[in-house]
């Protein structure tokens, strides 16, 4: 069930969360497990009611099944939640998230977990694209790679590209260090995606190693591939200083 | 404090349409068939088009308005325009400040149409969980409709309120333009704007009182990136202003500090100041002796880092003379970079504080508890759950008028430390018996606490728990949550919003059904076995208007049991859940009134007949001409 609504394999601890001393809070049961559990602890009569309300649900509609048979309403094209975080959860504004990213930064936090929290801090882009009608934002903490990316913004914005792998194609690192390469790829693929750094330069998406990246990245752009020539030279010289 | 989205004052203000949508107006009780709102149609529709009432007729609805003149309250002014067609258009001549909690619900036209002698508006526009990312950029609740109405209609309006809707530095224009009596402009949650739109503001309404961006998107710059940040804050005009209050802590960019001092300086009727964490406290200080006579202060930094390389180091005995000289002081919030060691400086202030908000820093229960001890006015407080438990031991112990309680996550993800617990729950409920609202993130809790606070507390009117780990059981007894939020419902008898986390079955949905009698919003995440729950809630809530849903079992059944409760409400969320296009098509069907969308993270997500995010609402304007491509309405 969880897939089917990406939440993935919950982690329930029944003993204290963070505790990775003790043993029991390591143990990690599964959603249908604890539902298991659950239904053990109730009255028969109990169990009997549950049962034959959910019976009646589903003798209504097809669609609401046992929770252990939804993974059939799973999406394939949705890009899998790779993580345990999820989209908005918990609920806490993202402002309040960057102000605190931006405490552990600058060291001023007095906990000693002020350096951990920082990676796992969300962190939303604005993400747009040349001719389309609107924007988005991408949590990049919700990626591991170039490529997960790539297919997350050939989702969104797939509609308005005649090629919708070019998008894709200008997204593995490596093959930025050729010159003759990046301007080919320029001048092929309609739209490449750039984005703005720390330092407010506009780069070609793919030019650094995925951690600088996710953590110089201020905002994303799909640009149109002519417009995108000039970041050429700057995106080999990095490069090359980094190489 | 006027801090934000969710706060107390949205309780009060929740009510039904203002157009009397529904069964009579307030007390809906059960299911609203079809004909209420067909009523409603005909009544409110008339606008220009009736025949004059008679002379006689005339003169005792100048006797009406002259009494409704007097009724301020909007629940009271919608059930007296639903007496007769008389009192209708008394009531509508007279209202003074128009309420729209739902910017769909209704066309600007028609609002204005009714409204003639309207001053003020408060327009909200997208759903909460827009505030966690959960609603697409660009769905809509765009404020130029709006503006363009009331700019036509309303040649005296003072005062405009907007929560969660975009609005461009055009539509701010226009509004400046437009409005020679303007005076309040509040922008909550908002977007779309930038400092050209503010400079706009600040030049053309001479008689602007107060300006308040609490939580907005303020950008930086333009698309096209010709445009520079506008140094707004130097537009204000040159002469003394009527300026009540200031606030900009959400504009990320610094502002011009000599104009900003000038300005103060300028504005003797200044009260509330809240500025941006680009104020160093050097800076502060010299606002705050500009400003003598301020009550609600917003501090931006508050450490010697910031303080202006020529000031020197300011010790923390400077900045406590300022605090001392400051005798109005209510409300202090902001710190949004503090040091710590600097806190002992707001301790002249704490003994008349009634407001403190900390929420933004980060420090210990050893830091906080020299400033709280001297809190003993303090109602309403909101800070980190870095204090731990301990620290709301010590809040608990000195501030026994507390009214509003808010416990933020430092780390907010589930796996998470977390700092409080049930203990630091028990401890507050135990010194503070006149708590009203509270909202606790935690790693751990007991159903024997939440039961605890419910029977310390009766007087709760908003509970929201979230317990980060999602569906985390009680701590020590494994159970589900089920009995402590039961507990809640039960005991908390002008309970009005409750929010539930945490291992939850059907059943905590029965008691909420079966208990929750006053409450209007209800907040679920994580919840629930099956269809059951909103069985319950559908046919046992009469009064919940505001249902929001994510990732919980519920389906086309459980849709299918809200189609008697819709209309009573203002809106349904239901995201990662599982209705299908068919059930939320059959809603459409059945509740021609009630606009059903299917929203996708891209136009891709609609083609299936699963349903990723569903937002429903009932709406006098029928399916809007603005939704972006992603969004479907059936």
């Known amino acids: 069930m969880e897939s089917g609504l990406g939440l993935e394999a919950t982690e329930l601890r029944l003993g204290l969360p963070g505790a990775g001393g003790e043993g029991e809070g390591a143990k990690k049961r599964g959603y249908e497990e604890t539902i298991d559990l659950k239904l053990q602890l109730q009255t028969p009569a109990d169990v009997k ?20 048979q939804c993974g059939s309403i799973v999406e394939p094209e949705k890009p899998p939640a790779s993580k345990a975080q999820v989209v908005g959860w918990p609920p806490v504004r993202s402002f309040r998230k960057s102000i605190l990213s931006f405490h552990s930064d600058k060291g001023g936090s007095n906990m000693e977990d002020g350096e951990k929290s920082c990676n796992s801090m969300a962190s939303f882009m604005k993400v747009s694209m040349d001719g389309a009608p609107y924007l988005r934002k991408v949590d990049l903490k919700m990626y591991k790679s170039y490529q997960e990316l790539s297919m997350a913004l050939q989702k969104m914005f797939g509609s308005f590209t005649n090629n919708g792998n070019c998008v894709s194609q200008g997204m593995s690192g490596k093959d930025f260090i050729n010159e003759s390469k990046v301007m080919n790829l320029l001048n092929r693929s309609e739209y490449v995606p750039t984005y703005e750094d720390k330092d407010g330069d506009w780069m070609l998406v793919g030019d650094v190693p995925w951690e600088m990246f996710v953590n110089s990245c201020k905002r994303l752009r799909i640009m149109k591939g002519s417009d995108a020539i000039g970041l050429a030279p700057r995106a080999l010289e990095k490069c090359k200083n980094t190489s | 404090m006027a801090e934000g989205g969710d706060g107390e004052g949205e309780e009060e203000e929740e009510r039904s349409c203002a157009l009397g949508f529904g069964t009579g107006g307030d007390d809906g009780a059960g299911c609203s068939g079809s004909p209420a709102p067909a009523a409603r149609m005909r009544s409110g529709s008339c606008g220009g088009k009736e025949q004059p009432p008679p ?35 008394a009531e509508a001549q007279t209202r003074r400040e128009v309420f729209i909690g739902n910017c769909y619900a209704v066309s600007p036209g028609r609002t204005v149409a009714r409204f003639r002698s309207a001053r003020a508006m408060v327009l909200k526009g997208r759903p909460r969980f827009d505030d966690f990312n959960l609603v697409p950029p660009g769905w809509g609740a765009r404020f130029s409709p709006w503006a363009t109405a009331m700019t036509a209609a309303y040649p005296w309006f003072e005062r405009v ?78 002469t003394i202003t009527c300026l009540e209050s200031l606030s900009f802590e959400c504009v990320n960019c610094p502002v011009n500090f000599a104009a900003l001092e000038a300005l103060v300086a300028r504005s003797p009727s200044l009260r509330r100041l809240r500025v941006n964490e680009h104020v160093s406290v050097s800076q502060l200080r010299r606002l705050m002796e500009r400003a003598p006579q301020l009550t609600h202060l917003g501090i931006g930094s508050f450490d010697s880092g910031s303080a202006d390389a020529g000031a020197g180091d300011l010790d923390v005995t400077d900045m406590e003379s300022s605090f001392a000289a400051s005798k109005s002081l209510v409300c202090l919030s902001g710190f949004r970079v503090l040091d710590p060691t600097y806190l002992p400086a707001i301790f002249p202030a704490c003994a008349n504080l009634v407001s403190l908000n900390l929420s933004y820093a980060v420090f210990t229960a050893e830091q906080l508890k020299p400033v709280i001890v001297q809190c003993h006015n303090l109602q309403t407080f909101w800070v980190l759950d870095t204090i731990g438990d301990d620290g709301l031991r010590s809040v608990a112990t000195n501030c026994k008028k507390l009214s ?21 729950l028990v401890a507050i409920s135990e010194g503070c018996p006149n708590l009203r609202s509270i909202l606790y993130f ?21 509970f929201r728990l979230c317990i980060m780990g999602r569906r985390r059981p009680d701590r020590l007894t ?48 994580f919840s629930g076995d099956s269809d059951l729950s909103l069985k319950h809630l559908f046919q046992g809530c009469p009064n919940l208007k505001k249902l929001e849903i994510r990732d919980s079992p519920f389906g086309d059944a459980g849709l299918l049991f809200g189609v008697c409760h819709f209309y009573n409400m203002r809106f349904l969320w239901m995201s990662s859940c599982m209705p299908s296009l068919r059930g939320c098509k059959e809603v459409a069907r059945r509740l021609p009134h009630l606009v059903v969308e299917v929203i996708g993270d891209s136009p891709q997500d609609l083609h299936g007949d699963a349903v990723d995010k569903l937002y429903l609402y009932r709406s006098l304007a029928g399916p809007r001409e603005d939704a972006p491509p992603f969004v479907k309405i059936l």
Request: hydrophobic share 40%; aromatic share 6%; net charge negative.
């Open chain 1, 49 to 68: 009611e549950l049962e034959e309300a959910a019976d009646n649900m589903v003798k209504k509609t097809p669609s609401v099944k046992n929770v252990a």
């Open chain 2, 55 to 89: 002379f006689s007729e005339q003169v005792l609805e100048n006797v009406l308005e002259s009494v409704l003149e007097f009724l301020t309250c909007r629940r009271d002014r919608n059930a007296a325009s639903l007496v007769c067609r008389s009192w209708y258009r």
């Open chain 2, 161 to 238: 309120c907007l929560k969660r809707i975009t609005v461009s530095d055009a539509d701010l224009a226009l509004l400046a333009r437009s409005f020679p009596s303007f005076r309040d402009l509040t922008l909550i949650c908002c977007d779309g704007f930038g400092t050209t739109g503010l400079a706009a503001v600040a030049e053309l309404c001479r008689n602007l009182r107060v300006l308040d961006l609490i939580e907005s998107d303020v950008e930086e710059e333009d698309e096209d990136e010709d445009e520079q940040v506008v140094d707004w804050i130097s537009r204000f005009p040159e």
């Open chain 2, 404 to 424: 509003e309680l808010r416990v933020f996550p430092m780390d907010a993800s589930e796996d998470s430390e977390g700092f409080v617990s049930d203990s630091g």
């Open chain 2, 442 to 462: 935690c790693q751990r809790m007991t159903n024997a606490a939440v039961v605890t606070m419910s029977k310390n507390c009766p007087d709760l009117a908003v």
């Open chain 2, 478 to 525: 494994s159970q589900p949550m089920d009995e402590g939020f039961g507990a809640i419902v039960m005991n908390c008898k002008k309970l009005t919003r409750l929010a539930i986390s945490g291992l939850l079955t059907d059943r905590v949905f029965e008691y909420i059904a079966n208990h929750g009698r006053s409450v209007r919003t209800l907040s679920v995440a």
